[in-house]
Nanobody, 119 residues
Framework: QVRLVESGGGSAQPGSSLTISCVPSEYTYCMAWFRQAPGKEREGVAALDGGGGETYADSVTGRFTLFTVKNKLYLQMNSLKPEDTAMYYC??????????????????WGQGTQVTVSS
């Protein structure tokens, strides 16, 4: 059973930056960030697989960047917008996933970290 712990969420002003992180209890081949705003479905933000594949949602391309340091997954979020406000969830999967952002493909989920963007 893989455990995921997110941190780094908080409040930010539009146009500013915030970085959130996820620590897995063990190595997983695929990791991703999803987000869910109140009243909306959970959506993929960015995903990374062990083969070097990366995927970003159109809404965050050019603003958000995934990177890893010693198996810890980070999501650097620049030029934040109010519509980025959501609970952000880290997800992981042990099987090859080709950096998919399909919710159904991930078996392990963190508890989430809230990101609120407002002036």
């Amino acid at each position: 059973q893989v455990r995921l712990v997110e941190s780094g969420g908080g409040s930010a002003q539009p146009g500013s930056s915030l970085t959130i992180s996820c620590v897995p209890s063990e190595y997983t081949y695929c990791m991703a960030w999803f987000r869910q705003a109140p009243g909306k479905e959970r959506e993929g933000v960015a995903a990374l697989d062990g083969g070097g594949g990366e995927t970003y949602a159109d809404s965050v391309t050019g603003r958000f960047t995934l990177f890893t340091v010693k198996n810890k997954l980070y999501l650097q979020m620049n030029s934040l917008k109010p519509e980025d406000t959501a609970m952000y969830y880290c997800a992981a999967e042990e099987r090859p996933c080709f950096a998919t952002m399909s919710v159904e493909e991930y078996n392990y989920w963190g508890q989430g970290t809230q990101v609120t963007v407002s002036s």
